[in-house]
């Protein structure tokens, strides 16, 4: 019971953290990501595609919001479990 609350207590903070660099530093994480994409520039993958969309920034911040939701969901259910005393 104690390892499964602590593992849940490490992905709300991993989501977290996903959640914050992307919500507040998505133009930084598509600049990294441009320099990274020029060494896979020969192929023809969707990951060049999307990295190079004008719309990447607007997915980073969706994966963000995404994450902030997912790690808030486990928090409030870590919160009610322990409300209860389970």
């Known amino acids: 019971m104690v ?30 990501a441009l320099r990274r994409n020029d060494a896979a520039r020969g192929r023809n993958s969707f990951a060049v595609w999307l990295v190079e969309s004008p719309n990447y920034v607007l997915y980073v911040q969706l994966l963000g ?12 259910f870590l919160l009610e479990r322990v409300r209860n005393g389970s």
């Open 3 to 32: 390892e499964e609350t602590a593992f849940l207590a490490l992905l709300a903070v991993i989501y977290a953290t996903i959640a914050t660099f992307c919500m507040m530093w998505p133009e930084r994480l598509h600049a990294y």
């Open 65 to 76: 919001a995404i994450s902030a939701s997912a790690s808030v969901a486990i928090t409030l």
